[in-house]
T-cell receptor, first 113, second 117 residues
């Protein structure tokens, strides 16, 4: 079974629309960490956020916000008022007892002008 | 700029050949991770080194090996290359000392795109 599932493979929106990227994870560990990374067309992976399993407080950073819900094992990412520069592939990742990251399959976001 | 450097950026080689990918971690980071991103397998963890020692292994083929040197740079060696090894190979680092109090983030380099023909 996949540990990190990003069910939306591709999303297309028009600029200024809000968009939510879903991430569902699976773990038996009580302590774990969740991450979001952005991969723009240039290819590099850019760290966006880390969330600890013991901290369910949602976070907002500018137009970005994250909703962490342990009850549903979800860590969703919302972009408000999307812009063309937000076009990228977004990855959700899980870190359990070891140090490696387990990535979801990614969601390709296309923001059209 | 994450502070992690990888060379070369692109590599084109033939089947059966051997290549070496190089990674320099962020200053002060002791851990280096290698990941492979391919169309069919997605982003997969290959191997981790911490301060020169192998710490964890993922889905790394026996044809692949890695090492971390005393100056903390790392190399990933891929041998007997097959067409299916064509992928983007990322190096990441974490575990900095000093002022970096967030050991859990992994900062990724720009990747090396390997094409096997």
């Amino acid at each position: 079974a996949q540990k990190v599932t990003q069910a939306q493979t591709e999303i297309s929106v028009v600029e200024k629309e809000d968009v939510t990227l879903d991430c569902v994870y699976e773990t038996r560990d009580t302590t774990y960490y969740l991450f979001w990374y952005k991969q723009p067309p240039s290819g590099e992976l850019v760290f966006l956020i880390r969330r600890n399993s013991f901290d369910e407080q949602n976070e907002i950073s500018g137009r970005y916000s994250w909703n962490f819900q342990k009850s549903t094992s979800s860590f969703n990412f919302t972009i408000t008022a999307s812009q063309v520069v937000d076009s990228a592939v977004y990855f959700c990742a899980l870190k359990e007892g070891g140090n490696m990251l387990t990535f979801g399959g990614g969601t390709r976001l296309m923001v059209k002008p | 700029d994450s502070g992690v450097t990888q060379t070369p950026k692109h590599l084109i080689t033939a089947t059966g050949q051997r290549v070496t990918l190089r990674c320099s971690p962020r200053s002060g980071d002791l851990s280096v991770y290698w990941y492979q991103q391919s169309l069919d397998q997605g982003l997969q963890f290959l191997i981790q080194y911490y301060n020169g020692e192998e710490r964890a292994k993922g889905n790394i083929l026996e044809r692949f090996s890695a090492q971390q040197f005393p100056d903390l740079h790392s190399e990933l060696n891929l041998s007997s290359l097959e067409l299916g090894d064509s992928a983007l190979y990322f190096c990441a680092s974490s575990g900095g000392t000093g002022k970096d109090l967030r050991p859990h983030e992994q900062y990724f380099g720009p990747g090396t795109r390997l094409t096997v023909t």
